[in-house]
């Protein structure tokens, strides 16, 4: 029974998201960030539990990106649609995403044995990009992030994103480039 804790946490996280994205383009920030955060800490406790008492499942290694890129990209479209995030910021962050899910299709038709392999940039990447919607939301209800705080954030996101990419092209991609020329 307790082995699908993890797996509740994914489904009650991706099940937030929508409240949220409403909340944030009906201006009800406050909302919004206490479901944000709130999702944010499932996201910590479902991979902690998983790892720690060995309750991975076949369906939190879907589901759980799954519900994170589902999380993210609902708070920075809705975000980037009221004008809080700057669109340039938003397609670099989108084209990462874009990117990465392009290329776990193409490695899992093209690659034998294809095994998804998270890399630490990437997850650095989900750090940053987590913790820069988390101020942004906070920003937008009325509590002042020094903007110095958010350009910095935006720099690491920027690096995190070209890292990952990059990482990317050296797995999956080169197998992917092999089977496709």
Do not use: C
């Amino acid at each position: 029974m307790l082995k699908i804790i993890p797996n509740i946490l994914t489904i009650f996280r991706f099940f937030l998201v929508y409240p949220i994205v409403l909340f944030i383009l009906d201006n009800n920030f406050l909302w919004a960030i206490l479901l944000y955060i709130l999702a944010a800490i499932t996201d910590f406790f479902d991979g902690l539990i998983a790892r720690k008492f060995n309750f991975v499942s076949e369906f939190g290694k879907i589901a759980d990106p799954i519900s994170d890129k589902t999380l993210i990209l609902g708070a920075l479209i809705s975000l980037s649609l009221i004008g809080e995030i700057d669109l340039l910021m938003a397609f670099i962050i989108l084209g990462r995403d874009v990117f990465v899910i392009v290329g776990f299709i193409l490695a899992s038709l093209l690659v034998k044995d294809y095994e998804v392999k998270p890399h630490f940039s990437g997850k650095v990447n989900a750090l940053f990009l987590m913790t820069y919607l988390g101020l942004i939301i906070i920003n937008a209800s009325g509590f002042y992030i020094f903007s110095e705080v958010i350009f910095i954030l935006e720099l690491f996101l920027i690096i995190t994103v070209f890292l990952s990419i990059y990482h990317y092209l050296i797995y999956p991609g080169k197998e992917v480039f092999k089977q496709i020329f």
